[in-house]
């Protein structure tokens, strides 16, 4: 349910949501580097075309924090 919330990350098919992933953890300008969990060649090939696909606008970025901080509007479940 709370990646329903999420859906205009990859509107357009410009990214998966995997790979808005990989950028809202590297938004932080301290966060220099992350290693995600790659199960398979596809996984792989999604996390290596990161770099491809446009950049989390700050915008983005602050909806999935406000999105974060009210449990993406799931009542009940744990962050």
Do not use: W
Not at 19 to 35: D, G, K
Not at 36 to 57: C, R, V
Not at 67 to 73: S, T
Request: charged content about 20%.
């Amino acid at each position: 349910k709370k990646v329903e919330h999420l859906d205009f990350l990859t509107a357009g098919g410009t990214r998966t949501i995997g790979q808005a992933s990989l950028q809202f953890i590297l938004h932080e300008p301290l966060m220099i580097s992350l290693l995600p969990n790659i199960y398979d060649e596809k996984n792989l090939k999604e996390f290596a075309g990161t770099s491809d696909t446009p950049q989390l606008t700050q915008e983005e970025y602050d909806r999935v924090q406000e999105l974060y901080a009210a449990n993406f509007g799931v009542a009940g479940s744990a962050c």
